[in-house]
């Protein structure tokens, strides 16, 4: 009696503690919603402010632009490869959406217009120099990231201020109290959350990044489908872009800095496997909230910039971490299956 008194409560607590973590492996959104929670209750204890409408709503904005940046960067990396070029792009569309329309007197559609279509030709350039060039991602986007970096200066060497209220309202103006860039991100995130999770087309873009060979000899378009992740990242930073220069009022140069490192660190928090074929928008959705929260958080408690890089980089080497031991967990658990199935190949064959 005493060893089962002993040994018998036990086994619920221990199933309990590894069905936790068992759903939080396979569902890290949970874990980094409730961090959003408790760091956004944490800075609103500390400043009663951070929860004022008007701070909510700066949130929102800031929220719309780097998680529309990120569902773009994450599908680049769900397919197996990764863009650098989106921070410099953002900041490109920045000074091209005002010069279009206050240099170039250009209506406001027809800014917006030429704007995002000169982000989706650029990442279709993207997926052309690494689908039918080889060109490594990592290289491709490199060299735009480089090249637009110089050329939002040659572009506007001084501010353009906007004046134009139909442009300014994509931040100044709210629906119901919601800003309309935060309207953006909402049927953003719902359209390709239903791509990747309810069509055959999403289902052929994990395949890619899960395994590229098979997909091909499965009769997936292989690099037609790298390629639109490729468009769909370009045009989600020039999306950006219009929506930053809205919030500055002016089309300035080097208006964005290492926002490119904020969208990869917001796909992989969220549980974007930087391997491929894993990740879903609902995480990297949280993933970028908890990023602009710590961010947003930090200065309301006037917390010195270089800690809050700090943070944001210590927050992302743990995503990493968990990512690596979430793809070495996967292997482990698909070695038994694939040994069983070699045994039954060797069985029939004999």
């Given at each position: ?82 863009d650098l070029s989106v921070g410099s792009l953002v900041a490109f569309f920045v000074v091209a ?26 990442g279709l350039w993207h997926g052309v120099l690494v689908t039918k060039f080889n060109i490594a ?214």
């Open positions: 009696m005493a060893i089962s008194d002993t040994v018998v409560p036990d086994r619920p607590s221990r199933s309990l503690v590894g069905g936790a973590g068992r759903l939080l492996a396979s569902t890290p959104e949970i874990g980094i919603i409730a961090a959003v929670i408790v760091a956004f209750v944490v800075f609103a204890s500390v400043n009663k402010q951070f929860a004022s409408v008007a701070e909510l709503q700066n949130l929102g904005v800031d929220l719309a632009g780097f998680a529309i940046l990120a569902v773009g960067e994450s599908l680049t990396i769900i397919t197996g490869g990764i959406s005002a010069w279009l329309n206050v240099s170039g007197h250009l209506p406001i559609g027809l800014t917006f217009a030429i704007t995002l279509v000169a982000g989706a030709l650029w991602p990592f290289v491709a986007t490199l060299v735009t990231f480089i090249f637009a970096a110089g050329a939002d200066e040659a572009l506007a060497p001084s501010p353009i201020p906007i004046t134009s209220h139909a442009f300014l309202d994509l931040v100044g103006s709210t629906i119901f109290g919601v800003p309309i860039a935060v309207l953006i991100l909402v049927v953003i995130a719902i359209a390709i959350w239903f791509l990747l999770e309810r069509t055959y087309l999403g289902r052929q873009v994990y395949a890619v990044g899960g395994n590229r060979e098979a997909a091909r000899l499965a009769g997936i378009p292989v690099n037609r489908r790298i390629m639109a992740t490729y468009v769909v990242s370009g045009l989600c930073a020039s999306i950006v872009g219009c929506i930053v220069a809205s919030h500055l009022t002016s089309g300035t140069a080097d208006s964005v800095s290492g926002w490119e490192l904020i969208a990869i660190a917001s796909a992989v928090i969220g549980g974007v496997s930087l391997s491929g074929g894993q990740g879903r928008i609902v995480g990297v959705l949280a993933g970028a909230a908890l990023l602009v929260v710590l961010r947003d958080g930090l200065v309301a408690i006037n917390v010195n910039a270089y800690y809050q890089s700090m943070v944001v980089g210590v927050v992302l080497l743990i995503a990493i971490l968990i990512d690596r031991l979430r793809v070495v967990r996967s292997a482990r658990s698909t070695q038994p299956a694939r040994a069983a199935e070699a045994h039954v190949e060797d069985a029939r064959t004999s």
